[in-house]
């Protein structure tokens, strides 16, 4: 996936492959079809997304600062908000972890079927999330092939916050180990040769030469799978159990708030969300560009 | 020294080893068995139960739902998407940056969200609510809500594919073939298209995987009715809670994971034959 989610880190996606290509480009109007183009991308754009979502916004306006804060206060919201944010950010931090060991295992190893695991990688974005959801559940479910042995264990994975981080985990994963590969592709590996022959142990390789070069890339991976876990829904509902204040996610109280008519909660809490999850990505987006001047 | 100086430039085998077992241990777990499982649930109780349940007229119903939505999505975004490219790749102005980073912008909106400003815009109670009844127009709780709502979470696929590869190919092209003077649409179609065609399925291939496997968005602005509003996921969900359904919810499910299974082979033959054109879209999901 691409990394502009902020023009900052637009900036370093493929789109600064086009950078030299953008300074022989001539000016506008030799090519035909700018104002057409442009008028159709902004009225659909608007259509479709931006008034909704100023629709959004003006609903919560409305409210008030107290009617806000009435709807945000309650336990029950707040418990949900937590899980939501709380769970994203385990989750992201799991998948950077093992996203990172996957993608050098994958570029830097070879060993049997690995073509077949590499495509399986993207099959949390194919597979529809309520296909993933209940598969899951099944799964980890007291009966099933892996909740079974965690049971004799003492662990209990389905209808607990701990199967909202595993549907997290699984839908996230991809996003993680797609944006660092191509950044350990194109490694060169003269740093690594320079590092050895001056004397350092691999062990130094790895911690000092390779893993800064993969700063970058690995926040704006954990930056998308956290941004998708946050809000996602179809994989998560049925493992969770929906247990009020235990296992109840943000996006399902929103849905339960339209159900009782109640559309100022609704959207005090969708607001809330996107508020939060906005004001994340705009702070990894500083932290990446902070790590690129100083990495 | 020269052993040091290998052992600094490469991993000591079982470090390597570990690596490949803790690889191939976490996909197996959290993506091959999941995969597995909604296969053995779906043949459980036989074949016959699973072809009883993909025959009956709901599941049908369904299908076509879930194909119509589809039809309609896709394509609009897909229009939408080759504009947007040709805008921001082809052309200066100020606001780019801004633009390209609306059009990504759905991505970072709850499912559940996208669904319910249509709620507030269309529904009973919504800002166009009491003139919709009054003109018997329904759009929340009907195919139109669903479609909005599928547009909606689908809407950066293709612009998002599009715009870096054109971006990388630049303009000359285009503009050898006005010097020589073919118009506008002719030097689109002719040499923009051939340079973009594959990049541009890709695209669609991911855009159609979501738009038939939305359940989030449109489960708010469905209605959930059987046979009628529920799309193949929603339907999955309705069969899910019922309990002497279990099975036929994952033979349903099936369904939906051979489209996702068919989408990840056409995605990675594309990665694969077409690897150079699509070059452009390295390091993107």
């Known amino acids: 996936m691409t990394t502009a989610i902020f023009p900052s880190a637009a900036a370093m996606s493929a789109t600064a492959a086009a950078t030299s290509a953008t300074a022989t480009r001539p000016p506008r109007g030799v090519l035909p079809g700018f104002g057409i183009s442009l008028g159709f991308t902004l009225s659909y754009l608007s259509l479709l997304v931006l008034i909704p979502l100023a629709a959004l916004f003006l609903r919560v306006a409305g409210l008030g600062p107290a009617g806000i804060w009435h709807e945000l206060s309650s336990p029950r919201v707040l418990h949900a908000l937590g899980l939501s944010f709380g769970g994203a950010l385990a989750a992201a931090a799991i998948n950077s972890v093992f996203g990172t060991l996957i993608a050098w295992t994958f570029v830097r190893y070879e060993f049997p079927l690995k073509k077949i695991f590499h495509a399986m990688i993207d099959l949390p974005f194919a597979l529809p999330t309520a296909v993933a959801g209940i598969a899951l559940t099944a799964l980890y479910s007291e009966h099933g092939w892996l909740g079974a042995p965690l049971a004799q264990l ?34 060169e590996p003269q740093f690594e040769e320079a590092a050895a022959t001056l004397g350092a142990s691999r062990r130094q390789t790895v911690a000092r030469v390779i893993f800064p070069c993969l700063v970058p890339a690995l926040l704006t991976g954990t930056a998308l799978a956290f941004a998708r876990a946050v809000g996602e829904y179809g994989s998560i509902i049925f493992i969770a159990g929906n247990l009020q204040n235990v296992s109840e996610i943000a996006p399902l109280l929103i849905m339960i708030r339209l159900d009782e008519f109640n559309y100022g909660g609704a959207t005090a809490i969708a607001a809330a969300m996107l508020i939060l999850s906005f004001a994340m990505l705009f702070g990894i987006n500083v932290l990446q560009a902070w790590s690129r001047r100083h990495g | 020294m020269v052993r040091r100086y290998r052992s600094a430039m490469s991993d000591p085998a079982p470090a390597r080893w570990l690596l490949i077992a803790v690889t191939l241990g976490f996909l197996g777990v959290f993506l091959l068995l999941p995969l597995i499982t ?6 459980w109780q036989g074949i016959g139960t699973y072809w009883n349940a993909l025959a009956e007229e709901d599941t049908r119903a369904a299908i076509r739902l879930t194909l119509l939505t589809a039809a309609i999505a896709v394509p609009l975004n897909t229009l939408f998407g080759v504009a947007a490219a040709w805008t921001v790749a082809k052309f200066e102005f100020p606001g780019k940056n801004l633009l390209t980073t609306l059009i990504d912008l759905p991505f970072s909106v709850s499912p559940v969200i996208a669904g319910m400003v249509f709620v507030l815009l269309f529904g009973a109670q919504g800002w166009f609510g009491p003139w919709l009844s009054a003109h018997d127009i329904k759009i929340v709780f009907a195919l139109p809500g669903i479609v909005l709502a599928t547009t909606f979470v689908t809407f950066p696929f293709v612009a998002r594919e599009l715009i870096p590869l054109m971006q990388a190919q630049g303009t000359e092209e285009e503009q050898a073939a006005m010097t020589l003077g073919a118009g506008g649409l002719r030097t689109f179609w002719h040499v923009t298209m ?11 291939l991911l855009c159609n995987a979501r738009a ?9 602005v469905s ?23 279990y099975s036929a919810a994952f033979a349903v499910s099936s369904l939906l994971a051979l489209l996702g299974f068919v989408t990840l082979m056409l995605k990675n033959f594309l990665e694969w034959r077409h690897g150079d054109e699509l070059a452009a879209l390295r390091g993107k999901a």
């Open chain 1, 154 to 187: 003492g662990i209990k994975v389905a209808y607990t916050p701990l199967g909202i981080i595993i549907a997290m985990v699984f839908i996230g994963l991809p996003f993680v180990v797609r944006t660092l590969e191509p950044v350990l592709e194109e490694f």
């Open chain 2, 38 to 43: 909604v296969f053995v649930q779906a043949l």
């Open chain 2, 194 to 204: 051939p340079n973009i065609r594959w990049g541009l399925f890709y695209g669609v």
């Open chain 2, 212 to 220: 038939m496997g939305e359940f989030g968005a449109v489960s708010v």
């Open chain 2, 223 to 245: 209605g959930h009715i059987r046979g009628f509003t529920n799309t193949l996921p929603l339907h999955v969900e309705a069969l899910y809670s019922d309990p002497g359904e």
